[in-house]
């Protein structure tokens, strides 16, 4: 293949080429709760947030939140990646070659968000860490002999953590990043003081084993895209509830969970 050729080209070329480019300001992310990857206990995460939203955490159930929480996040990254080489020293006299042997994904991907004055946000995130780390005992968590044991990981675990990059127009450009073995690994502090009146932010870390790209653009057609999960993540004993044809080859199934919840999967059209 040759290099460039140089050649001239048309204000209407460039304006075409050029003049329509990607804003950071539309973006929504989404954050489904974990479901054990068997389906055998599907409800361990959810028990543990109704129990604490019971007890006055009435940001814990995700459901309850859901717009919420996704119209709240101001800040995201798109996640990144690289090559992990060995260098090669030997083939060649004077000549150093790498070659790439494994995929190396960012450790982490921080989203901010505005809190709300319920406190919902951080209600949500805490309490999913405190799930994580085997808090289940509100009322001995203030002694000092208070102990815990972490969670098995299938169990706070998603892979269902979204970051969706469209345009203004929102017509079907759409770059999807799904985050697999997801979790939230901290949360920062959040200063205050007595200074002028500021918005309260908080930054919440997660930390995932790699991230696939969906460009699907008949995603865009679908009913209920913040409840979209693989087919092999619907609980054991949902219940189909609708579906219909999104395209000529694909169709949209929707389940309720024993839960009660809404989930949704897209599943190919063999014809």
Partial sequence: MTGPTVKPYSMSAIKSRLLRPALTSN???AFNPPSSVDGKNPSAFAKFMNDR???GFDGAVYTDNQELIQ???????????SLATNEINNDYT????RHAYR???????????????????????????????GEDDLKTQGGRTFNHRVKFPDDYKTDNLYITKFERDYTGRIL????INAYPISINSMPVSYDSSQLLKCTVS?????????????????????SLVDVRNVPQGSK???SRDINNNQRQYDYITPEGNLVTTIDTIIR
């Avoid at 004077?94 to 070659?97: A, I, P």
């Avoid at 982490?108 to 799930?131: C, H």
């Avoid at 999807?176 to 985050?179: E, G, I, N, Q």
């Fill in 240 to 242: 189909i509830v609708g």
């Fill in 27 to 29: 973006f929504i992310c």
């Fill in 103 to 133: 995929r190396l994904y960012d450790d982490r991907a921080d989203f901010t968000f505005y809190v709300d004055n319920n406190y919902y946000i951080i209600d949500y995130f805490e309490n999913w860490i405190a799930f994580i780390s």
């Fill in 94 to 97: 004077g000549v150093t070659e």
């Fill in 206 to 226: 997660f930390t995932y084993s790699r991230y696939v790209i969906s460009r699907d653009f008949t995603y865009a057609g679908v009913d209920n895209y913040d």
């Fill in 71 to 81: 119209l709240s996040c101001s800040e995201a990254s798109l996640p990144g990646s």
């Fill in 53 to 55: 939203s019971a007890a």
């Fill in 176 to 179: 999807s990043y799904r985050f």
